[in-house]
């Protein structure tokens, strides 16, 4: 099961820090990511983090203003989002890796999560 949470209405420039509780049998072992989908718009990758935390990887879109990290000891995933802007605007998805490793591909996933939403206003 993954639950992500701390989605909210913010305004451009601002921040936001989002959080995937996992179980650890979908934690364990398993790369993870974040993926979002704007209204009318396709999923997208996001971010993506291996399960030792030793590789990262982003959207262009998203690179130096997200960061994604994971606590093993808890079974959560994090996307810290900073200076956001308004075609952030989406529903964001946690996902399980099928693998030790991540992937941009929404198919490595076998296991997702309810969205959260994040509305980023100018």
């Known amino acids: 099961q993954l639950q992500a949470s701390g989605g909210g209405l913010v305004q451009a420039g601002d921040s936001l820090r989002l959080s995937c509780a996992a179980s650890?049998?979908?934690?364990?072992?398993?790369?993870m990511g974040w993926f979002r989908q704007a209204p009318g718009k396709e999923r997208e990758f996001v971010a993506g983090i291996s399960w030792y935390g030793g590789r990262t990887t982003y959207a262009d879109s998203v690179k130096a203003r997200f960061t994604i990290s994971r606590d093993n000891a808890k079974n959560i995933l994090y996307l810290q989002m900073d200076n956001l802007k308004p075609e952030d605007t989406a529903v964001y998805y946690c996902a399980a890796a099928r693998g030790a490793m991540s992937t941009r591909e929404a198919p490595g996933y076998n296991y997702w999560g309810r969205g959260t939403q994040v509305t980023v206003s100018s």
């Open positions: 650890r049998r979908m934690f364990s072992n398993n790369g």
